[in-house]
Structures are given as C-alpha cells and as structure tokens.
C-alpha cells in the first residue's frame, strides 16, 4: 500500500471492531495519533493531578505536538495494521 493515509478512516473504525486485546501503551499512542490528525496540536489544559487517565491521554497528545497530520496518518494506520488480524490486513492491499 503506497499511500497509507488514505486509509486513516477505514483504520480508526477497524481498531474499533477487530481489535480485542491492546496494551494501554498502544492505546495511547492510537488516541494521540488520532487526536493529531483529528484537531491538531493539543489545545487543552492538562488535567489535574487526580485525573489519571485524562492526564495520560493528554500526554499522548501532547507528545505529538508539531507533528504534520499526513505524517500522523499514516503513523496512525500503520500502528492499526500491527494490531488487526491477518485477513482484515489484507483489505489494505
């Protein structure tokens, strides 16, 4: 697949459906990444202490800052692609 950021739609709704188990490190990463492409850079205040999944997910994004969007699409879909099973690879091809 030469051109991996036109598949940026087909990837976000694929880890919704096919993707069972994922390591929170992942997650992570897929919602910064998507977030990266979706608004931009982070626009938020970063939660409070207490908040620890907000505060983790704003990291995620946050860690991303600058990054172009065609960059963050197409990281986006090749860390989906690592996770999907075998034959829902293949209708990348």
Avoid at 35 to 57: E, I, R, S, Y
Wanted: proline share 3%.
């Amino acid at each position: 697949m030469s051109d991996k950021g036109k598949y940026f739609e087909k990837a976000a709704e694929d880890v919704k459906k096919h993707v069972k188990e994922c390591p929170d490190s992942k997650k992570l990463e897929l919602y910064g990444l998507y977030k990266q492409v979706t608004v931009g850079d982070c626009n938020t205040d970063k939660p409070g202490m207490l908040d620890f999944k907000g505060k983790a997910k704003w990291e995620a994004w946050n860690k991303v800052k600058g990054k172009d969007k065609e960059t963050a699409r197409r990281e986006y879909v090749e860390c989906v692609l690592g996770l999907l099973p075998d034959n829902i690879k293949k209708e990348y091809n």
